[in-house]
């Protein structure tokens, strides 16, 4: 039989990325009829500029529930996939009716430990209760759950009280056909080439690699950023605005600098990593939430301290001196993405699991 599986998909950050790829694996299955819906933070009802409305779980779970009545009154559905619980929280009643899946890539009790880093506040007592009820009734009803890492998953059993067999951790995937260099990069004369991709410049540690390359010789390393702040160039600091995801453009940067920074001071597992991985570059970030999982310290690229430019000039300086070693931490990378984080391998695990819930219903 024909399964018809309903996606709903949060638009916000690097979840717009990873629902293009999700779309992009599973759009063309020839086992399943696939329905995609899009939840956009952007997006205001008439009435969703009023205060209440205007938050932005309210304003997801109004969009979510349209799109689901649109997707059921064109056939019935199987199985649901939501990413994020977000956009499934005020949806109890469809996860009660139709089996689905819940995806998540960080727990509310870590988004709130990441606060500052987010611009993110906190509510009363009374509201983070609500809240927390709320997200508890969603991870019941949902039929089973996915994480993005180990680290969202032990979150879900200590803070939510979810059992372990409900959760499995698949890691977004890139296609990494797409991201692969075509041959083993070869050593060069000149300064070390360090890409940075992140579309909040400050958050990901934008400031701390500015610091870093300045406290380096003059010439030791050129910078290459990617990011939607506005910034101006400088000697040794060149800037790229408008460039898309998924993008030549973007994959001929990973091609053509020496490793990946991103020291960021606030993220889950941000998927700028995993392309980087792909790419077979080296990756120096900071050993916060899942990177870790990304990243492997020592084998794969290097991990430092938030907000510590003397460490991560370290960490530039000795890989900048040791090639060799830079390569096989690039190679290590490609082969981590290749096992773990491509796109189609990942996709094709959450069929499975969608397929396994609509069966036990």
């Keep these: 039989m024909r399964h018809r599986f309903g996606f709903i998909l949060e638009q916000t950050l690097g979840h717009k990325t990873y629902a293009a790829n999700l779309r992009g694996v599973l759009g063309d299955e020839p086992q399943v009829t696939t329905v995609w819906g ?20 309210i304003r997801a779970g109004r969009q979510c529930r349209r799109q689901l009545a649109a997707m059921h009154r064109a056939g019935p559905l199987d199985a649901l996939f939501f990413h994020t619980q977000t956009v499934a929280v005020l949806t109890l009643d469809w996860l009660q009716r139709v089996p689905s899946i819940v995806s998540l890539d960080a727990t509310p009790v870590q988004i709130d430990r990441m606060a500052a880093a987010y611009g993110h506040s906190t509510g009363a007592a009374l509201v983070e209760r609500l809240k927390a009820t709320l997200h508890r009734a969603c991870y019941r009803a949902a039929r089973h759950l996915v994480t993005w890492s180990q680290w969202t998953a032990e979150s879900l059993m200590t803070d939510y009280g979810v059992p372990a067999a409900k959760i499995s951790v698949i890691a977004p995937g890139v296609a990494t056909d797409f991201w692969r260099r075509a041959e083993t990069p070869s050593e060069r004369p000149g300064p070390l080439r360090v890409l940075f991709v992140g579309g909040d410049f400050w958050r990901k540690g934008g400031a701390t690699l500015l610091a870093a390359a300045r406290a380096l010789p003059e010439g030791t390393v050129e910078l290459h950023i990617v990011s939607r702040t506005e910034l101006n160039e400088q000697p040794g600091v060149m800037v790229y605005h408008g460039v898309q995801p998924n993008s030549v453009e973007l994959r001929a940067l990973y091609h053509h600098c020496d490793l990946f920074c991103l020291p960021t001071t606030g993220d889950c597992m941000p998927l700028a990593l995993i ?9 120096i970030s900071t050993a916060l939430a899942a990177i870790p999982e990304v990243v492997r310290d020592g084998e794969s690229g290097l991990l430092v ?12 300086h000795s890989l900048g001196a040791a090639p060799e070693r830079r390569h096989a931490l690039g190679a290590r990378a490609a082969a981590l993405a ?9 996709g094709r695990r959450l069929l499975a699991l969608l397929s396994q819930v609509a069966g036990q219903h």
Aim: glycine share 4%; aromatic share 8%; hydrophobic share 50%.
């Design 38 to 57: 899009a939840v956009n933070f952007d997006s205001y009802g008439p009435l969703e500029h009023l205060p209440l409305l205007r938050n932005w779980t």
């Design 275 to 283: 392309e980087a991985a792909a790419a077979g570059l080296p990756v």
């Design 305 to 316: 301290p938030p907000d510590d430019a003397r460490a991560l000039a370290a960490a530039l």
């Design 338 to 346: 290749a096992e773990q984080f491509d796109a189609r391998r990942n």
